[in-house]
């Protein structure tokens, strides 16, 4: 079955900016994916401190309680097209660079 993507559990995203265990996981995902052409999805990330962290070590995506909880379809569906008509009040769900 092909894929495009390599989830990172969020039991290695947690403390991932304290926890060089965690951390050492993460970048070695990471690294895995890029080898094989792969995007990296953070699951879990609850903190702006590991949110940095995944950024700095080239995580694509990220997922958690920090962006979004989570909510019915319809939900996200006005807030896309309240983003969509210029008012930007969409949680973040991806990671910047």
């Given amino acids: 079955m092909p894929f495009s993507e390599l989830k990172i559990d969020r039991s290695y995203v947690t403390n991932c ?3 060089r265990v965690n951390a050492g996981i993460c970048e070695t995902i990471v ?3 890029r080898r094989f052409g792969l ?3 953070a699951e879990g990330i609850e903190t702006t401190h590991e949110s ?3 950024q700095g ?3 694509d995506i990220g997922q958690g309680y920090l962006f ?3 909510m019915p379809k319809a ?3 006005a807030i896309v097209r309240r983003r969509l008509m210029g008012h930007h009040a969409m949680p ?3 990671l910047a660079h």
């Fill in 75 to 77: 939900q996200l569906l």
């Fill in 17 to 19: 900016h304290i926890d």
């Fill in 52 to 54: 940095h962290k995944l």
């Fill in 39 to 41: 995007k990296t999805v």
């Fill in 68 to 70: 979004a909880k989570p």
């Fill in 92 to 94: 973040r769900t991806a």
């Fill in 31 to 33: 690294e895995l994916a």
């Fill in 57 to 59: 070590i080239g995580c």
